[in-house]
């Protein structure tokens, strides 16, 4: 009388579901009035996955199972011709024969069945962490079902609404009161009841005491502070000279957009704004030389001192002295000046005109006179903000100038 009520798929399809959520309904069975189940499309695909999930891990158990046991087996049975390889080579070094070919291929096998060990134990611990895996899947699989089941369940008043329990807190445990307990235990283990005292346990960490620094490493190591913070100073200036040109740019911008907006300048005016990087650009220079020669002077209290660089750098300020032993020699000055690795200094030098030595004759007092056939790199109209000025600054920067070339000719 119940079957014709039972249903039985073709094509499963979403359709043939309840829209609502899963619930207990009053429905018929052919016989009786009874509670059925309202299923959704979800929750019959999690019990199938489920239930798949479910027959793959006990296939994985069993087959893991007989898997495992094999290599125990293999394992023993590699150990058994390990300790068969050792007595071996005990004997042939009682008899004096460590030294012949047949100890060399027996070590040689020793040394191969020590591996293959560890290669067994690795296939199983494989086995062990593949089955692992398998059962974490399914009790999540398992716990997908249960969350629809539950929600159901506790709408049909079947089970009670879960209460929120406060986390439990971590308990501080004493190690000295665990140390005895633990030792007792062992004492029992080893059929050992005396009542003897657990002596308690050494927790001396006097070992582990730093002795202080002699005065020969205390005055190494702050050679090696100075050489990091020296180092650190130098890498700041250059950073900030050769950035110069950007952040004069992104000042002068933000300036604008300030006076745009209606808002406060940090300069009055475009001269105010020139004279300032004028003088900024005399302290980062300054800044920079001062950092080199702090730096120079540091590695040469390091290499008197016996300290090497704690870090990369090809520079040396160390070398090659004169005679007296008070400076560099001729030759090393010139080839310091040649390759020294500062960019600015190189830039500066790709700027002068060929021909023009420093010591030689035009390029001491005779060659004032040749001033104005300099041939270096100009100054840019762009490079200040008066040279571009119009209107009335144009007319008072003239006005400076006229009387500034008067003053001169007087």
């Known amino acids: 009388m119940r079957n014709p009520f039972y249903v039985t798929f073709n094509v499963e399809e979403e359709d043939d579901y309840t829209a609502g959520p899963a619930r207990f309904i009053l ?14 499309f ?4 999690a019990i199938q996955e489920a239930v798949h999930a479910q027959r793959e891990y006990l296939r994985m158990e069993t087959a893991g199972l007989f898997h495992r046991q094999s290599l125990w087996r293999l394992e023993h049975a590699v150990q058994r011709e390990i300790a068969s390889c050792n007595t071996r080579l005990a004997i042939m070094e ?33 086995t062990h962490s593949e089955l692992e895996d398998k059962a974490r899947q399914l009790r999540s699989l398992q716990a997908t079902v249960n969350g629809h089941f539950e929600d159901a369940f506790i709408h049909a008043h079947l089970l009670a609404q879960e209460e929120q329990e406060a986390e439990p807190e971590i308990e501080e445990m004493d190690l000295m009161q665990e140390y005895e307990t ?9 059929d050992n009841y005396s009542d003897i005292t657990v002596p308690p346990l050494d927790t001396n960490r006097d070992h582990l005491a730093v002795p202080p620094p002699s005065e020969e490493e205390q005055a190494r190591q702050e050679v090696i502070n100075a050489l990091w913070a020296a180092k650190e100073t ?9 950035e110069r040109e950007e952040t004069r740019a992104r000042e002068f911008q933000e300036n604008q957009d300030a006076a745009d907006r209606g808002e406060p300048t940090t300069d009055a005016t475009p001269d105010d704004f020139d004279m300032r990087w004028v003088v900024r650009y005399g302290e980062l220079t300054r800044d920079l030389i001062n950092a080199e020669a702090a730096y120079a002077e540091v590695k040469r ?12 750098d090809n520079e040396t300020v160390c070398e090659a002295m004169d005679e007296d032993g008070v400076g560099y020699t001729t030759s090393k000055e010139q080839e310091l000046v040649a390759s020294v690795p500062s960019p600015t200094v190189r830039r500066w030098l790709d700027k002068v005109p060929e021909g023009v030595e420093v010591g030689s004759p035009s390029f001491g007092d ?45």
């Not at 633990?182 to 080893?190: G, S, V």
């Not at 003239?398 to 008067?406: L, M, P, Q």
């Open 42 to 45: 979800d929750l019959s695909q």
């Open 94 to 126: 009682e008899e004096g024969r460590l030294e012949s070919e047949d100890a060399g291929k027996l070590e040689r096998q020793l040394a191969n069945l020590n591996l293959m060990v560890q290669d067994v134990q690795a296939r199983r611990q494989k």
């Open 182 to 190: 633990f030792c007792r235990k062992l004492d029992h283990a080893n």
């Open 27 to 40: 429905a018929a069975d052919g016989v009786n009035n009874c509670a059925a189940f309202l299923m959704t």
């Open 234 to 242: 130098l890498d700041l200036a250059r950073r900030d000279f050769e």
């Open 366 to 410: 005779g060659a004032r006179s040749d001033a104005d056939e300099w041939e270096a790199e100009e100054v840019g109209i762009s490079d200040s903000v008066s040279l571009v000025a119009e209107g009335r600054e144009r007319a008072r920067i003239d006005r400076w100038r006229k009387a500034c070339v008067a003053e001169k000719e007087e």
């Open 301 to 312: 209290v390091a290499f008197e001192a016996g300290v090497p660089l704690p870090f990369e």
